[in-house]
């Protein structure tokens, strides 16, 4: 672990040390920093098992969010395919790992032969034979316990696509959660003010009906109602398709999803930080899965290299051997041997090109390391951008929201006092229908940018 946080750190202080240099230090960027809150965001604890990736969805204080991604690490597919996947790159690494330790069999035979000697005639006998049998390769250069680490790094390798797995599941469950919030939001918000503007145009067409406004009044007030209308039925199948994909994701058939705390109440309590240190990255999955596979590599790289030198192997047998079974195990049945030998590869074109196609191989894992390490700043990158600009928005957007919820108010005290029209009185609440729901946009934003981060820094930001 230490070495390979040693080289992905070396890593990314060369690629990141440019883009430092060019960056200088600042605050906050825009003129709402003074409305953040003071202190920052605290620090979290988050290790790298999916027990901490559940813990970590405690950010957003929602209990019905949690029981969600529990669900999906018990029962998904995606998990349980990722978890059979370990456990066969455990076996195979037990199965290179056994190449480097003596090979015992227990063998029995029984056989009826003949054979010619000359004219002496011929000569039948049978022959029951029970041994132990021993094969071994001493493994004086290395060769197969680097075949064996190489193994070993597969299987590392292969528990961080387990990772990343869990890490990928519990980010998009998160995702398609803090959507389908934001689309129960929309929904009220449509819903309320389509209530609203259907109560208008009852008002109206009283008063048309009195002669106190004229039927262009009407038609205006009814158009008005036509577009809250739309929206509810568009949130309503956008909600179904957002509840069937959250089921997907948990693993279970197509149904209704269970509810918890408002998108509102989660974005105001959620805090994120605005910078982390690009170092970070070298725990992410993505990241420590190059790594392994890096070591791995090279381990066959070595492991080639020491298959040009010559192979030492000690094989032997003991056992009883006669030519009736009920003498097996008599005083004069024992049969033994033991022969050590020396294997010399004389081809050795062959092994040299065996040995630089993993010099090759070991050469693109080095390489898809830099491209992982590349990818995975850039993600980063992306990630604090999203966090920064979604929370100045929701900032803006929330200013909006007020002012235009006050200025609602002051056009329906000016039309009830006679002052203007009710035209006025449409276009507040036009402003303000689009501007709740462009809230509910930047709270999800917000939110989902929080997540984005988490797995940027592959599942924590301290």
Do not use: C
Not at 161 to 175: F, K, M, Y
Not at 205 to 232: K, T, Y
Not at 256 to 265: H, N, S
Not at 288 to 317: H, M, W, Y
């Amino acid at each position: 672990m230490t070495r390979t946080l040693t080289r992905s750190a070396v890593l990314v202080a060369l690629l990141a040390a440019p883009a430092a240099a060019q960056t200088p230090a600042r605050g906050f960027f825009d003129s709402l920093s003074a409305r953040r809150p003071a202190g920052g965001a605290a620090p979290l604890a988050l290790a790298a098992d999916s027990g901490s990736a559940i813990a970590w969805l405690d950010l957003l204080k929602d209990p019905v969010l949690v029981a969600l991604v529990r669900e999906a690490v018990s029962s998904s597919p995606d998990i349980r395919l990722a978890q059979s996947r370990v456990r066969e790159y455990r076996a195979e690494a037990g199965v290179a790992s056994s190449a480097r330790y003596p090979l015992i069999e227990a063998n029995a035979s029984a056989g009826t032969q003949q054979t010619v000697f000359g004219t002496l005639g011929a000569f039948g006998f049978e022959a029951y034979r029970a041994t132990a049998d021993l094969s071994w390769e001493l493994d004086f250069w290395g060769r197969l316990g680097k075949g064996a680490r190489g193994a070993q790094m597969d299987l590392a390798a292969e528990r961080e696509e387990s990772r990343a797995t869990v890490l990928s599941l519990v980010s998009d469950i998160a995702t398609a959660y803090l959507e389908l919030r934001e689309v129960d939001q929309q929904l009220a918000v449509a819903e309320r003010t389509l209530a609203s503007r259907r109560s208008t145009l009852s008002l109206a067409e009283r008063r048309l009906a009195e002669g106190v406004i004229s039927e262009l009044d009407v038609r205006q007030f009814e158009a008005e109602v036509a577009g809250p209308a739309a929206r509810v039925a568009e949130f309503t199948r956008t909600r179904a398709r957002k509840e069937h994909q959250l089921s997907r994701l948990v693993g279970r058939t197509p149904g209704p999803i269970a509810r918890g705390m408002p998108l509102a109440e989660v974005a105001r309590a959620v805090t994120v930080p605005d910078s982390v240190s690009s170092l970070l990255i070298g725990r992410r999955p993505d990241v420590l899965k190059a790594e392994r596979e890096i070591d791995a590599a090279e381990a066959r790289a070595s492991a080639a290299k020491a298959a040009r030198l010559p192979r030492f192997i000690v094989t032997g047998n003991y056992g009883t051997q006669a030519m009736e079974p009920g003498d097996m195990f008599a005083k004069n049945s024992e049969v033994y041997a033991l022969q050590g030998g020396i294997s010399i590869p004389l081809t050795q074109g062959r092994v040299k090109h065996q040995q630089e196609a993993a010099s090759a191989r070991a050469e693109q894992a080095r390489i898809r390391h830099e491209r992982t390490v590349l990818v995975a700043l850039g993600e980063v990158s992306d990630a604090l951008i999203g966090v920064r600009s979604s929370r100045d928005q929701l900032l803006a957007q929330e200013v909006q929201v007020r002012a235009l919820r006050r200025a609602q108010e002051l056009a329906e005290r000016r039309y009830d006092a006679g002052i203007s029209s009710y035209l006025e009185v449409l276009d507040s609440q036009r402003g303000l229908f689009n501007a709740e729901i462009a809230l509910s946009q930047a709270e999800r934003e917000y939110l989902v940018s929080a997540v984005a981060l988490y797995r940027a820094l592959g599942g924590s930001w301290e």
